[in-house]
């Protein structure tokens, strides 16, 4: 089944504390992307990626990096969360022409207390 | 500057009724409409997209209408049914977003579908 794989779905962690959020896909998508979705802001996005090893910064990338070493996989890094990073993650990805929209992964709420 | 946005930010509709979700873009240039599905606990799921060089598009149940003149896209659908309950959002991926393939959403309509 073609899908986009996030983990981990729920996580709580505390303020500092270093964490990454994984993602991978089995289309052999080229674009890859990281959206949050907050309530009245929609969904923002924090960086994307062309290609393997080709990632740039979104709307809100400040507090997050990324990596994209093989093309399946884009992990989202928290190196210093902090409370204002709580949100629902998701990852997503499409095909290199974009046609047909983007495929998104479950979501990961995150809790920065 | 360029926004994606919904007139009705809340749907109610009774089931069997067919159902219109509206929504309005500022970007003259955009080329390219997608209309998503989210569902309670899930991420956004594609419904039905359309290009610019198009004014309707059908799919199962659904239509997309562009309305290039007033800068207007619609998501209707037929014989609306619980399982439709959910945010609709319509999302832009304009002309100007280079290689970034950027999607420009807005902010949502809530669908209940009563019985």
């Known amino acids: 089944e073609a899908q986009v794989t996030q983990n981990p779905r729920y996580l709580i962690t505390v303020t500092g504390k270093k964490l990454t959020v994984t993602c991978s896909q089995n289309m052999n998508h080229e674009y890859m992307s990281w959206y949050r979705q907050d309530p009245g802001l929609g969904l923002r996005q924090i960086y994307y990626?062309?290609?393997?090893?080709?990632?740039d910064k979104g709307d809100v990338p400040e507090g997050y990096k990324v990596s994209r070493k093989e093309k399946r996989n884009f992990p989202l890094i928290l190196e210093s969360p902090s409370p204002n990073q709580t949100s629902l993650y998701f990852c997503?990805?499409?095909?290199?022409?974009?046609?047909?929209?983007?495929?998104f992964g479950s979501g990961t709420r995150l809790t920065v207390v | 500057g360029e926004s994606v946005g919904l007139h009705l930010p809340t749907l109610s509709v009774q089931e069997g009724d067919n159902s219109i979700i509206n929504c309005a873009y500022s970007n003259s240039a955009s080329d390219y409409f997608i209309w998503y599905k989210q569902e309670s606990g899930k991420g956004p799921q594609f419904i039905i997209d359309?290009?610019?060089n198009m004014d309707k598009r059908q799919g199962q149940r659904v239509t997309v209408l562009l309305n290039k003149t007033v800068k207007h896209l619609s998501l209707q659908i037929a014989a609306t049914q619980p399982g439709d309950s959910a945010v609709y959002f319509c999302?832009?991926?304009?002309?100007?977003?280079?290689?970034?393939?950027?999607?420009?959403w807005g902010l949502g309509t809530s669908l209940a579908v009563n019985p």
């Open positions: 999302a832009e991926n304009g002309a100007n977003a280079g290689n970034n393939r950027k999607l420009i």
């Open positions: 359309i290009r610019s």
């Open positions: 990626s062309m290609n393997v090893e080709v990632t």
């Open positions: 997503a990805s499409s095909s290199g022409q974009g046609v047909g929209g983007y495929t």
